[in-house]
């Protein structure tokens, strides 16, 4: 059979060019839109306020609407 | 559930940059990028110099949103708008589409390249574990997951800058605004200030431009 050395150098050209419009799976799975964590959920950190359990919403939030009234002086001065 | 806000009160705000220095230090924000910033009007004109910390608002229809085309952007329970630097292509259209400069990049190569998007987070983090340190090297903070409220307005000398869930901070705004009347020494509800930026019962919202007027329009 006789090699045609032009067509096949035109597919390996093709080949090498197209490669750049192909992504890979394990890149579109990155750039899938992920799941954010909830704050209540508390943080991995030694930073955390003392004043509430982590995972109970209702706690993380009595907590921050108590700290939201320090940025009120006419609360704090009372 | 908690809608968060952010709210600057021009009456007391000083121009010290504390919050922007707050936020750059705590976030650790690179430089040539600056999440929050003070804007000054009227500069020295005496009784009418006006200062005012701006950062992204976080707003409930954020036009950032719309236009982002890798759509990275998400919407927290809690009301914050937050995006996904994974997914971000850095190709600028949500600065564009900002009213208020929020989105930030940094200039890294010779013919304008740019980073992926960087903006104020509410110091509520990303999409990554919260308070790990993948989170903090790519978003920052994440303040809110520690029981805590952003840095910039807990720290704000004059309290001028507040944030936290909109019905409380807009409650403290309304004591001032009634104060300040009741004093007579300033302007009351009619300061710039919730009403002014969110709307209220005296301040419709304005009627759209019929698409008609508006050239190119379909």
């Keep these: ?78 | 559930m908690a809608r968060m806000k952010f709210i600057c009160d021009t009456e007391r705000c000083i121009e010290c940059n504390g919050c922007v220095t707050a936020c750059k230090n705590d976030n650790e924000v690179p430089w040539g990028v600056n999440r929050r910033r003070v804007v000054t009007v009227n500069d020295g004109i005496i009784g009418q110099e006006k200062s005012v910390s701006v950062a992204c608002m976080h707003c409930s229809d954020a036009p950032c949103m719309a236009v982002c085309p890798v759509d990275c952007f998400y919407r927290t329970d809690e009301g914050v708008v937050l995006h996904d630097k994974d997914i971000c292509i850095g190709c600028g259209y949500c600065s564009f589409a900002c009213p208020f400069g929020a989105p930030q990049f940094l200039s890294k190569g010779a013919f304008g390249s740019r980073s992926k998007m960087d903006k104020c987070t509410f110091c509520s983090g990303g999409p990554e574990e919260n308070g790990s340190v993948a989170e903090f090297e790519k978003y920052g903070r994440n303040r809110l997951a520690e029981g805590k409220l952003p840095l910039c307005a807990e720290m704000c000398s004059t309290k001028a800058l507040i944030g936290g869930d909109s019905d409380i901070i807009s409650g403290i705004f309304n004591n001032r605004v009634a104060t300040r009347e009741k004093n007579g020494h300033y302007a009351g509800s009619k300061a710039f200030g919730w009403t002014t930026a969110y709307g209220g019962p005296d301040a419709p919202a304005p009627t759209p431009t019929p698409a008609a007027k508006i050239p190119g329009a379909q």
């Design chain 1, 1 to 78: 059979m006789k090699v045609n050395f032009k067509t096949l150098g035109l597919c390996f050209t093709a080949a090498i060019l197209l490669a750049a419009c192909s992504e890979p799976p394990e890149i579109a799975a990155k750039a899938a839109k992920r799941p954010d964590v909830a704050p209540y959920m508390g943080a991995n950190n030694g930073f955390m306020t003392k004043n509430w359990t982590p995972g109970n919403q209702a706690s993380w939030t009595e907590s921050i609407d108590k700290r939201n009234q320090s940025q009120n002086e006419y609360s704090r001065v009372k």
